[in-house]
């Protein structure tokens, strides 16, 4: 299964054995953001035979960061009440403004989980189409999940600093130029403005088209290099808590190319008063 696929291809599959739909959708509810409950608006329209994930569930209980990703404990747990199995084919959607199945995407990649897709336009486009809708939520069987993986894919504080230090890696920013700029304060209280000296700012929403469908191709890699990123560099993906950094490492993974997520990101490091920090454009 290829890591992107259409509405197409999923309504002809919606109930094929071994195949999981997962709806990963979750606000995030930054200041000026309409307040939005994704467990009830999952309950009220969903895709046929999707199971809610319940992002907001999966961040590691007590962890003084924001989204952060779950210990192997946790993880196995939650997964396990999912029903989720290591041979399932699984296809992650959302209907989020921060694009939050490529968090998904990087979550089940970091835990050894490889068949993983996502569905190009999301939920949104899958109701423009007019295909069919499920309310309510049905009941699935618990499984066992031994973590066989974790952290792949993923830097902590530490890393961050050695690599942007020595320059090992090329830094992409994923938040919207005025926060990148300092421009705009933070919305996290505590968290400086500005960014991490030596990144690139590509905004999350240039990997898109007008439909809300990813863009591919040379139309991709030209939002990428457009921003100064050279693709051919490894790749260290940041943003405000790691979710959107996570959408420029799926459109990375498109081009072919591995990129990190830096997990605490802007949040941990603008937030930590040793770490150097950058205004202005990169």
Known sequence: MTALVSTE???????????????????VGLPGEPPRDAAAEFAAAHIPGATFMDLAAFAEPGAPLP??????????ALAGRLGLRRDA????????????????????RAFG???????????AKWKAEGRPL???????APTTVDVIASNIGLLDLAAMRALQQDGSAQIVDARSAARFTGAEADPRPGVAPGHMPGARNLPYPQLFNADGTWKQGDALATAFTAAGV????????TCGSGITASVLAFG????????????????????NPATPKATGDA
């Open 113 to 123: 989980f490889t068949d993983v897709s996502l569905l190009d336009g999301g939920l």
């Open 9 to 27: 291809w999923l309504a002809a599959r919606v109930a094929a054995p071994g195949l999981r739909i997962l709806d990963a959708s979750y606000h």
């Open 252 to 271: 990375a993974h498109l081009l072919g190319r591995e990129a990190a997520v830096y997990d605490g990101s802007w949040t941990e490091w603008g937030g």
């Open 89 to 108: 084919r699984i296809v992650l959607y959302d209907d989020a403004p921060h694009r939050t199945a490529a968090r998904s995407w990087v979550m089940l």
């Open 134 to 140: 499920e309310q309510g939520a049905s009941p699935v």
């Open 67 to 76: 989204s952060t990703m779950p210990g192997p404990a946790h993880f196995a």
């Open 230 to 237: 050279d693709l051919d560099r490894p790749l260290a993906m």
